[in-house]
């Protein structure tokens, strides 16, 4: 089992930028999914993953990044609109996922190479 991050750069201040995550060797259909970064000197966290109740965001990112899937494509992608400086982190996608007191966890423990997203002033 692979998950395959990419769509990450350079972007200024206000730009957008959409992650997509690759799933190779599990279909993720019946599990839910999620998006966690880790900015540099912090440690990693859930920024936004989906329940029976519907997506879920941390607050630092509502309004601003969404999460999608593709199931034809074994897909997952976050598009990430009006980008902060403080958005800047190593992006991981992750499938199988539970959301539990406004954390989302990664319960499968699987991880990628992440996604690099550098945000300019």
């Known amino acids: 089992v692979q998950l395959v991050e990419s769509g990450g750069g350079l972007v200024q201040a206000g730009g957008s930028l959409r992650l997509s995550c690759a799933v190779i060797g599990f279909t993720f259909d019946d599990y839910a999914i999620g998006w966690f970064r880790q900015a540099p000197g912090k440690e990693r966290e859930g920024i936004s993953c989906?329940?029976?109740?519907?997506?879920y965001y941390i607050d630092s990112v509502k309004g601003r990044f969404t999460i999608s899937s593709d199931s034809g494509e074994n897909k997952i992608y976050l598009q990430m609109n009006s980008l902060r400086p403080e958005d800047t982190a190593v992006y991981y996608c992750a499938a199988g996922t539970t959301l539990v007191d406004g954390v989302c966890n990664n319960d499968f423990g699987l991880w990628g190479q992440g996604a690099q997203v550098t945000v300019s002033s």
């Open positions: 989906t329940s029976r109740s519907g997506a």
